[in-house]
């Protein structure tokens, strides 16, 4: 009678043990399938991190502005396939939504392949500004890719501000006295400065800079322009291709020697003066058979005694100015 109750009490013990261990066995499952899982997870990213990615060699433009009217309003996207592909491109904004198909199923062989987008969206709008990225889906690999070259769309046009043109008046004869007309600027944005010389491009900005200076040293086509004026105005283009408004006209003046007077009235035998207009140390005249050198702003010359017309003629480095000299008989 005694052991009847040992032996009860070991048979129930040993069961709530058993079921203690039962009830276990689920979350070690859960345990164990999520280790294979990971596991087989590890091993495809493996296996893919040692595969060639079937895309290589990939060129995109970085930025562009699709209302430039210029050679960067449309990117272009460029990659070598290593084997032939059905090919579908397409543009992804910033939360990955495509907004642009460029290809679909197109059948593409072994090589470097080109696209372009125009930077219109699938409704034949033009984009906001903003970055994006585009995705490559290859039919017979079974992969898409997305790009990790952004693109840029710009849009937005800089601003220029002329701050000085000087000097308003030169001579580019190499002579090493106001020689060139210089132009400092301003922009709201790195981009590259233009000078316009009555309406043509004449320099530009080596970089995109926010200021700087633009010269211009008179010459067209490797050659001094003519004495005159001429307008100067400056352009900004971005790094898109987004070209500024004009700037004001400024008008600045070639002068190698001039005089002051074109024609000139004098009684016989009586002095006469005229200004000479240069920016050279020295001159020379010739006038009525007489020649000579000058130095001074104003030439003082003495006029024949025979009444008649002359000219007199001022020559700086192979220029001339010249004036009409009447002289009157003696009253």
């Not at 070259?149 to 090493?176: E, K, Y």
């Amino acid at each position: 009678m005694s052991s009847t109750p040992s032996h009860s009490y070991s048979f129930e013990g040993w069961n709530r043990s058993n079921l203690r261990a039962l009830a276990r066995w689920p979350q070690l499952v859960i345990v164990l399938l999520l280790l294979g899982v990971t596991a087989a997870a590890f091993a495809v990213t493996e296996r893919l991190k040692l595969e060639r990615s079937p895309v290589t060699g990939t060129r995109v433009d970085r930025v562009f502005s699709p209302v430039c009217e210029c050679a960067r309003d449309v990117a272009v996207v460029s990659f070598v396939l290593r084997g032939r592909e059905t090919v579908t491109l397409d543009i992804l904004d910033k939360d990955r939504r495509s907004i642009r198909t460029i290809v679909r199923n197109r059948r593409e062989p072994r090589g470097r392949v080109s696209y372009t987008w125009d930077g219109l969206d699938n409704l034949e709008r033009v984009v906001p500004e903003g970055v994006y990225r585009p995705r490559v889906q290859l039919e017979r690999n079974g992969r898409t890719i997305v790009l990790p070259n952004p693109i840029r769309v710009d849009t937005t046009a800089p601003v220029i501000r002329l701050r000085r043109v000087f000097p308003r008046v030169f001579s580019p004869d190499s002579d090493g006295q106001r020689d060139r007309v210089t132009a400092s600027y301003r922009i709201n944005e790195r981009a590259n400065a233009i000078m316009l010389v009555d309406g043509r491009q004449r320099v530009q900005s080596k970089f995109r800079r926010v200021e700087g200076r633009l010269v211009w040293f008179g010459r067209v086509d490797g050659h001094v322009v003519p004495p005159g004026l001429y307008e100067i105005r400056l352009r900004a283009v971005d790094r898109a291709g987004n070209r500024s408004v004009r700037t004001r006209a400024v008008p600045v003046r070639v002068r190698f020697v001039e005089l002051s007077r074109e024609r000139i009235e004098v009684g016989a035998g009586r002095r006469f003066s005229v200004r000479v207009l240069t920016d050279a140390d020295a001159y020379r005249w010739l006038f009525a058979g007489e020649r000579g050198a000058g130095r001074r702003e104003v030439l003082v010359l003495r006029a024949p005694d025979e009444p008649g017309s002359y000219t007199l003629y001022v020559t700086v480095g192979g220029r001339a100015a010249s004036a009409a000299v009447e002289v009157l008989p003696p009253e």
